[in-house]
């Protein structure tokens, strides 16, 4: 299924299109804050999508994959892209590997 991903928070500036094969439709944006609590320029997509299919988005666009070679057949579980909501620019590639915890190592 392909998905163009569009964002508009503000106004039409603000908006991220992406087109490429997501897995499923589940996907959401966050925004940052600066340390005084100003919005930055910087918003978050995040979304899930396989190994191939992203690091052949991350080709595409010049971008190096986040996740290194060794770690590529651990789950990774969601995948992130900052990007500059003025420019559109894809500022960071984020691959977040999700392990398996005893409830007792975290409560």
Known sequence: M??????NLKSKKSFLSLSF?????A???????????????EYDVFFTTTKDIMKEFCKEKN????VPESREDDFIWIYGLVYDKNT???????????????????I
Do not use: C, H, M
Not at 2 to 7: A, F, W
Not at 21 to 25: D, G, Q, S, V
């Open 2 to 7: 392909s998905i163009t991903l569009n964002l």
């Open 21 to 25: 094969i997501l897995t499923n439709e």
């Open 27 to 41: 996907f959401f944006f966050t925004k940052i804050f600066n340390e005084d609590g100003t919005e930055a320029d």
């Open 63 to 66: 971008l190096d994959f986040p």
């Open 88 to 106: 559109l620019e894809i500022k960071q590639v984020k691959g977040y590997v999700r392990y398996p915890t005893d409830e007792g190592e975290w």
